[in-house]
């Protein structure tokens, strides 16, 4: 899916094709978050990849206060590290599922990790990596 979606990324002028060879998408064992990670330290403006993943529906783009409402019990099912690592913050429950805060609302690995340890389906929505 990595390559999926750089390639998206180009397509939409997002990156060049420098920044999409550097950010490892050829590995099958680097997740989508982490090629993410490595794209917005190379320069890709957060803002314009929230945009992209809206364009996509996965929106709105969550900010600063809707993230700093998230569901304590929620958040203590995920560890920091895990959290980190997905670029994921659980932010509520709802009918349908977990509604999670994603840099990456497409990452499928991250998803069903987050499935795992929040006991059930997850809702991914958009937020800046930072």
């Known amino acids: 899916m990595s390559g999926q979606l750089v390639d998206q990324l180009v397509q939409a002028g997002l ?6 060879r550097a950010s490892a998408p050829g590995d099958p064992l680097v997740s ?9 330290a190379q320069g890709l403006d957060e ?6 993943f809206v364009t996509k529906g996965f929106g709105p783009m ?6 700093a409402r998230a569901d304590l019990q929620l958040l203590r099912r995920v560890s920091p590290t895990d959290a980190h690592d997905l670029c ?4 509520r429950p709802s009918a349908a599922g977990a ?3 994603m840099a990456d609302p497409t990452d499928e ?8 340890a929040l006991g059930g389906r997850i809702l991914p929505t958009v ?3 930072s």
């Open 15 to 20: 990156v060049t094709e420098a920044q999409a």
């Open 32 to 40: 989508t978050s982490r090629v993410i990670q490595n794209l917005v």
């Open 47 to 52: 803002r314009m990849l929230a945009g992209f």
């Open 62 to 67: 969550l900010q600063a206060p809707e993230l």
């Open 88 to 91: 994921a913050m659980p932010l």
């Open 99 to 101: 509604v999670v805060a």
């Open 109 to 116: 690995h991250a998803i069903d990790k987050l499935s795992l």
């Open 127 to 129: 937020a800046k990596l």
